[in-house]
């Protein structure tokens, strides 16, 4: 036998030995749940609110395997001789799990985070068509989508916190002055906006704005001043029938007919959601008058 | 057992030997399971049976028992259909003999241990019986491997047990056992090598499985078989560790000696056998598959000469301390 054989064969005898006597690598998994990285790529859920159906994920997508129907739809001028607006109304966002293939570019390329990674991985199907989740069941997945990290310290303020220092924007051109910060600020900071204030389900993050001095976020006060929407409505062309007098509606009204607007389906269904919809609309037809939230300026400014 | 009436003696010590022939190999066959397992870093099968898989083998005999029975048409049929049991028989009848203590053994034979080697011969032909009988030429490339295997290390094996037999003065296993001491350990090491070595080779386990090799001829000899018949090639197997390791036991351990030995003296061979069984499992685990050549080259180059050496190192010690 060849020198050195003999070692190895006595070095092989010990590595399995010494294996046996340590802890064993198997994951138990159906009994055991792993433990994930706290960013893992399980599952896409999608804040429906958030998405302007603007198709940039389903272009970039290699698979090609996002699917968004939607339509447009005419809003009336606000003030009498304004300009009717248009906006676009999601009907359909699918995604085929089947194709995809995890790479994330989706979630990377929209601009309005209305894609977020949850770690969830246990949706496999028997039938294989079942792997196509409509967008009922990607705004599910939110709920399992965890609370972005920590800032890190030292680093500048989160945009609502430093817009809810300001002036309001009544007083001044600060509001504008505001908006434009939170819109050189980059896209990392407004992600967090976004995030907090329109989807109930993720927790807040440490440094979430505090709530005392700021004006609350998008529930009750858009609605009220969602109101002007319905005095030229008169002379325009309607093109929201229904819905929008719902918006137009106090709050406790609003959320007695709310069933009506979702069967018409031309304003999401989520409360908040409208009336920051509403909001939107005020915002961009620069109503000076109006105190609105940070989010809206930041978005319109994107928009 | 002596007051019972002859009849019912043999037929007792029958279902007694069929019974432990059908358990220590899944026993072994189990132990394999979970110690290749840790080895490996992993659990080993964890469901079947609740507690740790311990009825894996079952379910896996279970399984066998369900999958259909195929003869590959241009098959020598009969022959084809006998080999499992050819290769499986000798190794009951080698189990019959071994004693696992003075009173409990299957038969007691007088020349137990020439019996036990002839018949362990006899398990290959059903090997080569399903390598020529497949109609398949990775079956037959693993039957002539197996026998060239068998031919090259039943000289070593034998010589070995010769060198016991020598120091013990006799050929029957119980009276080997019985003049057996401590220091034998040392005088019949090499002996005890070259016994293991070649007794591995036998079975054809790894590192000395080139029969089998199942990244160059699929499953050797054993290729065309299917179901229960594939199932028993593989009881075979684990049938021959049994008896290779209680034989081990029995002729370089001692046996049944140990503490209590009057009444616990069966255990003794049986934790001794588990022990070397253990080690087969290991050896398997550790270190990779043989060449055919380099497989000859160590029977021949190798353990005869150990052998010999051992025979006549033996024969010495017999006569300079009778
Ligand atoms: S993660 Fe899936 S859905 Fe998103 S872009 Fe990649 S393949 Fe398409
Ligand atoms: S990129 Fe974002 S906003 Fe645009 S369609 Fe896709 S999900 Fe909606």
């Known amino acids: ?303 | 057992m002596s007051d019972l009436a002859p009849w019912v003696e043999v037929v007792l010590r029958a279902v007694a030997v069929l019974a432990a022939f059908l358990v220590l190999p899944l026993i072994v066959g189990q132990t394999e399971h979970k110690v290749m397992a840790h080895m490996q870093g992993r659990l080993g099968p964890m469901y079947a049976g609740g507690f740790h898989g311990w009825a894996q083998l079952v379910a896996d005999g279970v399984k066998f028992v369900q999958k259909e029975d195929i003869t590959p048409a241009r098959a020598d049929r009969w022959v084809f259909r006998l080999a499992p049991f050819v290769a499986l028989i000798p190794y009951l009848v080698a189990l019959a003999v071994i004693p696992l203590s003075p009173t409990v053994v299957g038969a007691d034979v007088d020349a137990s241990a020439v019996l036990v080697l002839a018949v362990i011969g006899v398990g290959i032909i059903g090997t080569l019986m399903a390598g020529w009988a497949s109609a398949n030429k990775y079956s037959l490339l693993g039957a002539m491997r197996a026998g060239a295997q068998l031919v090259s290390y039943e000289l070593p094996m034998v010589l070995a047990v010769a060198s016991v037999a020598l120091a013990a003065g006799s050929l029957s296993l119980v009276s080997i056992a019985e003049a057996w001491k401590p220091w034998w350990l040392l005088w019949q090491l090499p002996g005890a090598v070259v016994f293991l070595v070649a007794a591995l080779a036998e079975l054809q386990r790894p590192p000395f499985d080139m029969p089998l090799a199942d990244s160059e001829i699929v499953f050797g000899a054993f290729t065309e078989y299917t179901g229960l018949r594939f199932a028993f090639f593989l009881l075979a197997e684990y049938a021959g560790i049994v008896v290779m390791s209680l034989l081990f036991a029995v002729l370089y351990l001692g046996g049944w000696s140990g503490p209590f030995e009057q009444w616990l003296g069966w255990l003794w061979t049986v934790l001794k056998g588990f022990l070397v069984a253990v080690v087969v499992i290991w050896l398997r685990v550790s270190w990779p598959r043989m060449r055919e050549d380099q497989l000859q080259r160590l029977a021949w180059v190798w353990l005869v000469p150990m052998a010999l050496l051992q025979l006549a190192l033996t024969a010495v010690g017999v006569v300079v301390f009778p």
């Not at chain 1, 989706?106 to 770690?119: G, M, N, Q, R, T």
């Not at chain 1, 908006?179 to 907090?196: C, H, I, K, Q, Y």
């Not at chain 1, 440094?207 to 009220?224: I, S």
Request: glycine share 6%; aromatic share 4%; proline share 11%.
């Open chain 1, 1 to 303: 036998m060849a020198d050195g054989m003999i070692p190895g064969l006595v070095r092989g005898l010990a590595t399995t030995a010494r294996s046996l006597t340590r802890h064993t690598h198997t994951a138990e998994y159906p009994d055991v749940s792993p433990a994930l990285p706290p960013r893992s790529r399980g599952v896409i859920a999608l804040t429906e609110e958030n998405c302007t159906s603007c198709m940039l994920c389903a272009r970039e997508c290699p698979d090609w395997c996002i699917y968004i129907d939607s339509h447009k739809e005419e809003l009336p001028a606000t003030t009498p001789g304004g300009r009717a607006r248009q906006r676009n109304v999601l009907d359909r966002f699918a995604i085929d799990f089947s194709l995809c293939m995890y790479c994330g570019i989706c979630i990377e390329v929209c601009p309005f985070d209305a894609l977020h990674w949850s770690p969830e991985f246990e949706y496999a199907e028997v039938d294989i068509r079942d792997l196509l989740h409509e967008k009922d069941r990607l705004g599910a997945w939110m709920a399992t989508v965890p609370a972005p990290p920590a800032l890190d310290p030292g680093s500048a303020d989160p945009a609502e916190v430093t817009a809810a220092a300001k002036p309001a924007r009544g007083s001044a051109g600060a509001a504008g002055a505001a908006g434009a910060a939170g819109g050189t600020r980059g896209v990392g900071l407004p992600t967090r906006v976004r995030r907090e204030t329109a989807t109930a389900t993720t927790p807040p993050a440490p440094t979430a704005a505090p709530t005392a001095q700021p004006q609350p976020a998008t529930e009750a006060e858009p609605a009220t001043e969602a109101a002007p929407t319905t005095e030229p409505a008169g002379d325009q062309t309607r093109v929201m029938p229904a819905a929008e007098r719902t918006a137009a509606l106090p709050v406790a009204e609003r959320t007695a007919t709310l069933p009506a607007a979702e069967q018409t389906s031309v304003l999401p269904p989520a409360d908040g959601a409208e009336a920051e919809q509403a909001a939107d609309e005020a915002a961009a037809q620069g109503d000076s008058t109006q105190v609105l939230p940070t989010v809206s300026t930041d978005e319109e400014g994107r928009e």
